[in-house]
């Protein structure tokens, strides 16, 4: 090809270079092109194209007291040695708190409390099925026999653990409430309040309804020695041992002004009785003072407000447990409160969030047991006052359960045996004294190590006791799909194994523990101790492109097409020196390969070599310059 000389008539425009400058061949013909801006290859054995994997710009360090990832060029490590801190995460960060490394995502019949550890929960058998509307469930322990108090539909039983059960009495049109002392049961219905003693097995009309209006609701519950209850709008105090009295004789503790008014919970403080109820979309928690008297009790004061519930929120059940913590159910949850020295009420956010109302709690030792439902089936949650994971928010986790579908309506203990037992309105779940359950399992949070960049899990191993019983894991996919990975037991014991599903690199990873008891001792389970995953990062590495190319003025292509003006070579360089200034972003071009990709410049290097050979004209040299791709 004839040389054509346009040097002085087609000015090339460098413009402003950035992603979307690119260069077009058309009478030259450039090798490569940077930012829009053409250049010819300056290869030699000295000045060589090159091409290398960019190093990570820094290092990170992970200063956390669990293991986590040490640098960018090396296992990402991350470990779990506990779960005693309850449910409730999805994610595993660490950042979010020290709590957080102890926590996990869900479980079903695993007992994560004892610190170190996840075994299995004891069984629940039926206690008792077959029933109507059982709603009331309480523990009693006379004469040294344990009891549960229960109702089935209108008739009021007594059950021991051998399941040898007590007709207490039968209620006329409704069952409205129903409380112990002890050795006497309470229970009232349409028409009358009942007094049953257990020992004599004898029942009394303590009251009549008599001329008061017609009672839309009521509840009795024995508190403080005396007998509270709520009728309509109206809180009273009545006489346990009175035979007899018209109800409509009693004068009220308080009357809420609003007709609508239903009193819902009555429990007992240090120093105070409390009342909730509620009206449309308003609840509100009212503290009953008692105050010293000469007499043989206590007398009681007006009703003062003690906390209001959120608008929309209202109270179904409480529980007063050590004096000072108030554990508050309603129509979405639970919240816990903390009741200070004045008998006031402070509480805390929804601990556990549900979407039936919670109608009932127990306690024992550290715990506190509440009504709910557990994974979709009847059971527990379990909440430990000592363990606070922030503020107003306690660790808890799910408990026992049965295998049926819906939610809890009362729950207890079988008097002071420690056994737990439970109601869905038909059948009695009770805890059994020594028989786990077949299994149970424990989800981790969602693992991503505090970046939403992807990775590569790749190793995995779990700690525990595997001699009584096995252990199944499971990798649980970002779309909630599980994958088979080991199962360890006595056989094979607990060895690292590599993940093999999912087979691609993911922003997160969670696993699934299911613990299986053992098959002919049934009191003995595996236990899971912890576990440490490996994990290596997936974004796809930067590389370095260093090309050496010429940077003059006029310059002439391997066809002798001669190109460019005075000052042209000057004006390149500064363009290039301001896109590494600025950080831009900018298309390399390889018209040899035909490769285009983006990047940044992280060096230039100028060798100014003029007075210039044949091919070129005026100011100029040698320009190495060095690309990292960007993706």
């Known amino acids: 090809m004839s040389g054509r000389d346009i040097t002085n008539d087609i000015p090339i425009n460098v413009g402003n270079p950035g992603t979307t400058a690119l260069w077009v061949n058309n009478a030259e013909d450039y090798d490569v092109a940077v930012g829009g801006l053409p250049f010819f290859l300056a290869i030699n054995d000295t000045f060589m194209y090159r091409r290398q994997t960019a190093a990570f710009r820094k290092d990170q360090f992970d200063s956390s007291k669990e293991p986590g990832e040490q640098s960018l060029t090396g296992w990402w490590l991350r470990s779990q040695s506990s779960f005693h801190y309850g449910t409730g995460i999805k994610f595993y960060d660490t950042s979010s708190g020290e709590s957080i490394p102890y926590r996990f995502y869900n479980s079903e019949g695993v007992d994560v409390w004892t610190l170190g550890q996840a075994t299995l929960l004891k069984n629940a058998s039926s206690f008792k099925t077959g029933l109507t509307n059982c709603r009331f469930l309480q523990q009693m322990r006379y004469n040294g026999t344990d009891y549960i108090l229960y109702n089935d539909g209108l008739v009021v039983k007594l059950a021991t653990s051998a399941g040898t059960v007590t007709t207490v009495g039968t209620a006329v049109g409704a069952l409205w409430c129903l409380t112990n ?309 006595n056989a094979i014991g607990s060895p690292e194994v590599a993940i093999s599903s999912p087979d691609v690199s993911r922003e997160f990873i969670s696993f699934k523990f299911t613990l299986y008891r053992d098959s002919t001792v049934t009191s003995t389970g595996p236990t899971l101790k912890g576990y440490q995953l490996k994990a290596l990062p997936a974004v796809k590495r930067q590389r370095i492109i260093q090309v050496p190319v010429w940077c003059y003025d006029v310059e002439t292509d391997r066809y002798n097409v001669r190109t460019g003006y005075e000052g042209r070579a000057f004006i390149r360089l500064q363009e290039l020196e301001d896109v590494e200034a600025n950080g831009d972003i900018i298309n390399y071009q390889d018209f040899t390969t035909g490769e285009r990709v983006q990047v940044l410049v992280e060096n230039i290097d100028f060798y100014r070599m003029t007075p210039p050979d044949k091919r070129f004209d005026g100011f100029g040299g040698r320009l190495v310059v060095s690309l990292r791709t960007v993706l």
């Not at 109800?247 to 819902?264: A, K, M, R």
């Not at 105050?291 to 007398?299: A, D, Q, R, S």
């Not at 359960?401 to 037992?421: D, H, I, Q």
């Not at 038909?426 to 939403?452: F, K």
């Open 181 to 489: 002392d002890g050795s006497h049961v309470y229970w009232a219905d349409s028409t009358d309040m009942y007094k049953y003693e257990i020992s004599t097995g004898a029942t009394t009309v303590i009251y009549h309804k008599g001329a008061f209006a017609t009672i839309t609701s009521a509840i009795a519950v024995w508190v403080k020695q005396r007998l509270i209850a709520g009728a309509n709008q109206s809180l009273f105090e009545l006489d346990p041992n009175a035979s007899g009295v018209n109800l409509n004789t009693v004068t009220p503790i308080y009357s809420h002004p609003n007709p609508e008014w239903q009193w819902s919970a009555i429990v007992e403080g240090r120093q105070a009785i409390y009342a909730a109820g509620y009206n449309g979309a308003q609840s509100t928690i009212y503290r009953i003072t008692v105050e010293e008297t000469t007499g043989n009790l206590p007398t009681l004061t007006g009703a003062i407000i003690a906390a209001d519930l959120p608008n929309g929120e209202y109270v179904t059940s409480m529980f007063v447990y050590l004096g000072g913590y108030i554990a508050i159910g309603t129509n979405r949850g639970i919240r816990i409160g903390l009741i200070d020295d004045y008998g006031d009420i402070s509480y805390g956010p929804l601990v556990v969030k549900t979407t039936n109302p919670v109608y009932d709690f127990d306690a024992n030792d550290r715990f506190l047991w509440a009504t709910t439902s557990v994974n979709g089936k009847v059971g527990t949650v379990r909440i430990d006052l000592s363990a606070t994971t922030s503020a107003g928010y306690y660790a808890y986790a799910n408990d026992l359960n049965s295998e049926t579908s819906g939610y809890a309506r009362a729950v207890g203990f079988l008097g002071t045996s420690g056994r737990l037992c439970f109601t869905d309105g038909s059948s009695i779940w009770l805890e059994d004294e020594s028989t786990l359950r077949t299994s149970g399992w424990v989800q981790t949070g969602a693992i991503r190590y505090t970046t939403l960049e992807p990775k590569h899990f790749k190793f995995m191993r779990a700690r525990g006791s595997f001699t009584s019983g096995s252990m199944d894991i499971e990798t649980v996919d970002e779309d909630g799909s599980t994958y088979s990975l080991i199962t360890y037991s």
